[in-house]
């Protein structure tokens, strides 16, 4: 991802998830803060899906459409803020691929995510699994009442 795809990420973001929108800012922050855990998903000549991640302390999930304002010095987890693929590239493995990219750029470092209601098939598909904690419930509960804050160990398969 560059700046220049900032618009179509945005176009995407608000075609994938109306529910829950975010601003701008907030992808060009992350772009900023960290670029090599920004991809987009190249189709023709348009990008057809994003991801964004970012180094990240260890069961702390931001809040929605909420600014970092920096990076911790000492990551807990490689943290992977949104997954967003247009439906009609979806079911072609792309999403496993992703998960599988940024599980190297992890270096080691667990991955974590909230998924939103109803992903949670494919995240454990994908080597997540649920952490219940109820310290966290206040956070989510802003994402969706389905929301659910899952980690991924480093050593974990991806199926693709
Ligand atoms: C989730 C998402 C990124 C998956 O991308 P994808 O390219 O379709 O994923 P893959 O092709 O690698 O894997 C598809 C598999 O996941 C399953 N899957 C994908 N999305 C699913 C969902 N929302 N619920 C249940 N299963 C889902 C598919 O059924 C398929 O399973 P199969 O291989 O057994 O048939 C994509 O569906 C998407 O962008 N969804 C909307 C945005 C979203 O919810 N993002 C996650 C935010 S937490």
Excluded: K, N
């Excluded at 079911?91 to 691929?97: N, S």
């Amino acid at each position: 991802m560059v700046t220049g795809d900032l618009p179509a990420v945005s176009a995407i973001a608000a075609a994938v998830h109306p529910g829950h929108p975010e601003s701008d800012a907030v992808f060009a922050e992350r772009l900023g803060l960290f670029p090599a855990g920004c991809l987009v998903l190249q189709a023709g000549a348009g990008a057809a899906g994003y991801a964004i991640a970012h180094p990240w302390r260890r069961r702390r999930p931001p809040a929605l459409d909420t600014l970092l304002g920096g990076l911790p010095e000492a990551p807990g987890v490689l943290y992977l803020h949104d997954l967003a693929i247009l439906p009609e590239m979806r079911g072609g493995g792309a999403g496993g691929a992703v998960v599988q990219v940024l599980s190297e750029l992890a270096g080691g470092l667990p991955m974590a995510l909230v998924a939103i209601g109803g992903t949670g098939v494919f995240w454990r598909a994908q080597g997540f699994a649920a952490v219940p904690d109820p310290a966290l419930d206040a956070v989510l509960r802003r994402y969706d009442p389905g929301a659910r804050y899952m980690e991924r160990a480093a050593d974990q398969p991806v199926r693709r």
